[in-house]
């Protein structure tokens, strides 16, 4: 990695190879899944270097995602059928990894037995409406630990730059005709030898850029243990374990990587007041999100997804982050 200060960090100009022949597959899901939510769930802001769009899942649009796999870099070009059938092409070295991985990503691991939508009138309302609402899952610990991380006590603009420059800087050009250049995130070690200046130069505060660096020290052990554990309290304790990760960081990391039906991000300056407004018509805390969200223990989450998806949200009156925010403060 580069460990020279340089006047601009950017990637010197790249010239890609034509790129091979792709793996193709196909998901037919055994029920109707709404794939374009579920994988869209995973962007990272309108520029995203990992992801890309032409056109919408469903209307004739594909939607490009590039991840590094545990066997290597994989781009994934995802188009859906009418009938809904996923049909799925993939490029580079983590090409099997990431079409075995292809339904989870979908949604196909996310059980929604159990829940009941009917404790609450406009919840039932909008699961009538989505039935095929479901929470995907990457199974990639340490990525969706970083951004994530990334994430805390910034807006979401903030955030999304960060994510975008750094991935762009350090990570590596995504094989495959991307329709723009796309990268992959940093291996573990890459996020660890990011140097400081180029943190301060992507617009990440020291406390998050520590932490990352910090975490990626014990990252194959975070992404082994947190695989290993039975369920998201046991996930809980292995991830607020690290300096300068708490609950909220946790629910997110557990949101993205699993696919966690239950995680709550508490801590969240606008999530307590979109469901309070979104159940009751009026703003509550994180004790009186948890007390409205108590009925549907189990699949918490997706009454959040179901909210989102019934557009059931407050109009925003400020900017995204107010300054008592305290996301994992």
């Known amino acids: ?107 196909a691991s996310d059980d929604p037995d159990g829940f009941d939508a009917s404790r609450h009138p406009s919840v039932a309302e909008w699961h009538r409406r989505h039935p095929d609402l479901r929470i995907g899952r990457t199974d990639l610990v340490f990525d969706a630990l970083v951004s994530a991380i990334m994430e805390q006590k910034v807006t979401g603009m903030q955030a ?31 996020w660890r030898h990011v140097p400081s200046w180029a943190w301060h130069r992507a617009g990440l505060e020291p406390p998050q850029s520590r932490t990352i660096v910090e975490a990626a020290r014990r990252g194959a052990t975070i992404a082994r243990a947190a695989t290993e554990a039975p369920d998201g309290e046991a996930r809980d304790r292995v991830f607020i374990g690290l300096r300068g990760v708490g609950v909220w960081t946790s629910a997110e990391t557990r949101i993205r990587a699993f696919g966690d039906p239950d995680a709550v991000s508490i801590g969240d300056y606008h999530l307590a007041h979109q469901v309070g407004y979104a159940l009751t018509g009026h703003r509550t805390d994180d004790d009186g999100m948890l007390e409205l969200l108590e009925p549907f223990a189990g699949h918490r989450q997706r009454v959040i997804r179901l909210i989102s998806a019934g557009s059931a949200l407050e109009p925003r009156r400020g900017p995204r982050l107010h300054p008592e925010d305290h996301r994992d403060r």
């Open 1 to 107: 990695m580069r460990s020279t200060r340089v006047s601009t960090p950017l990637r010197p100009r790249e010239t890609s190879p034509a790129p091979a022949a792709p793996v193709e597959t196909e998901y037919r899901p055994r029920q109707p899944v709404d794939v374009g939510r579920a994988v869209a769930a995973q962007r990272h802001g309108r520029n995203d270097p990992t992801y890309a769009a032409t056109g919408s899942l469903g209307a004739g649009g594909v939607v490009w995602r590039v991840s590094r796999t545990p066997d290597g870099v994989a781009t994934l070009a995802l188009r859906r059928t009418a009938d809904g059938t996923v049909r799925a092409a993939a490029w580079g070295p983590g090409t099997d990894w990431a079409l075995d991985q292809l339904p989870a990503l979908c949604g």
């Open 160 to 190: 999304f730059s960060a994510w975008r420059s750094i991935v762009t800087w350090y990570g590596e050009r995504a094989p495959g005709p991307t329709p723009r250049p796309l990268f992959a995130p940093p291996d573990v070690e890459g």
